[in-house]
């Protein structure tokens, strides 16, 4: 038997169940037709059109002295007397950097200047004494033609007059200029020699090695040179360009070069000399690029950036966003009748920012940038900023 209070506390609640069920009920109804509504997928667009753009190809290299000179001891060379520069230093083309000995050197250059001294006296006077021939031939010849002496004999023109006269001019026109010229040869080797004493820097620039110390040999067969000095009021980049590049650049031309140790802003360089031929292991065609350098901050070794720009002008452009890569093929999302379709697309170059079209859209088009990772073909969107 059923207890009085429960089926009083059913008959309350019966109301309450219906009542619930009747709700649930008209709630899915709700959901249903909600559900058959069209839903839009937000997308933000831009318009493709025409424009310029420019394709930078990064070419890397290093920083090397655009002259660089290791300077050795011409001639023999000798025992080191000093050293009159020290790394860092700068210096001028012609100033001395290493005395050798030479106190040797100089008495040679002495003796051969009094050898020239002697031969140009002896030059003056077979210069005498042919001026003195040349009026005793004459004299001479006058007497043959008119019978006071014989042709012939000790006493005759020949031998007292014509024979000496040829000899006085032989050894004024010939033999003593050669003395001369000898003694001269002589002495200019002697200089030479002293010269070679002091071995100067054929460049200006900074000293960046000294490998020598007074009292050690050094000569022109040294292993190492005894200074060696950078000039670098000029510096030049080396790098290599592709092949689908190299008929884009001009010698003289002017690029922009960055150098991050330096600059943060791109240098001026120019294009100072391109290879004819590419090189036989990388392919690839070397080219210099030289940068002025009066402040001295870029130094050998640093890491430079030769940016070459290809500028196309009144080509199709896009934002870069606006082309993805799927199933192996580049695609753009086109807006028509607020719905989107993909289409394939042909890209050309880039800045980085936008792109270019060389293939399958057109001018005023509207492509999506930004949402199409949620997107199907013919789906309903709705363009926010």
Not at 104 to 110: C, D, E, F, I, S
Not at 267 to 273: A, M, P, Q, V, Y
Request: with cysteine; glycine share 8%.
């Amino acid at each position: 038997m059923i207890p009085a209070q429960s089926v009083e506390l059913k008959r309350c609640l019966a109301p309450l169940i219906f009542s619930a069920l009747l709700l649930t009920g008209c709630g899915g109804q709700q959901s249903g037709e909600a559900g058959e509504q069209e839903t839009t997928i937000p997308v933000r667009v831009s318009t493709v059109e025409k424009g310029s753009l420019t394709d930078t190809a990064v070419l890397t290299g290093k920083l090397e002295a655009l002259e660089m000179a290791d300077v050795v001891p011409g001639g023999q060379g000798g025992k080191v007397y000093g050293v009159n520069v020290k790394v860092g230093d700068k210096v001028n083309k012609g100033q001395t950097l290493v005395t050798l000995e030479n106190t040797m050197l100089a008495a040679v250059v002495r003796q051969a200047e009094q050898g020239v001294v002697q031969a140009r006296s002896a030059l003056e006077i077979a210069g005498i004494n042919y001026e003195v021939a040349a009026a005793n031939y004459e004299r001479g010849k006058q007497l043959y033609e008119s019978g006071a002496i014989p042709a012939a004999g000790p006493a005759g023109f020949e031998t007292a007059y014509e024979i000496p006269y040829r000899q006085a001019k032989i050894d004024y026109e010939q033999v003593k200029p050669a003395m001369v010229a000898n003694a001269q040869a002589a002495l200019a080797m002697a200089r030479e020699q002293y010269d070679n004493a002091f071995v100067k820097s054929p460049i200006n620039g900074v000293v960046t090695a000294v490998n020598v110390n007074p009292g050690e040999l050094a000569g022109p067969a040294s292993p190492v040179p005894v200074v060696t000095v950078v000039s670098l009021d000029k510096v030049v980049v080396h790098a290599t360009v592709t092949e689908d590049l190299i008929n884009k650049i001009k010698q003289a031309q002017e690029v922009p070069v960055r150098v991050g140790a330096v600059s943060a802003e791109p240098l001026t360089g120019i294009i100072s000399n391109i290879a004819l031929a590419a090189d036989s292991i990388s392919k690839a065609y070397p080219i210099k690029v030289r940068l002025d350098n009066p402040e001295q901050l870029l130094k050998p070794g640093m890491f430079a950036e030769v940016l070459l720009e290809d500028r196309k002008k009144e080509t199709l452009i896009v934002p870069r966003e606006a082309v993805i890569t799927t199933g192996g093929r580049d695609i753009a999302w086109i807006i028509a009748d607020n719905k989107v379709v993909s289409r394939p697309v042909t890209i050309g170059i880039s800045d980085g920012k936008q792109i270019e079209i060389t293939a399958g859209l057109k001018d005023g088009e509207q492509v999506v940038i930004s949402g199409q990772e949620s997107l199907r073909e013919n789906d309903a969107v709705e363009i926010v900023q």
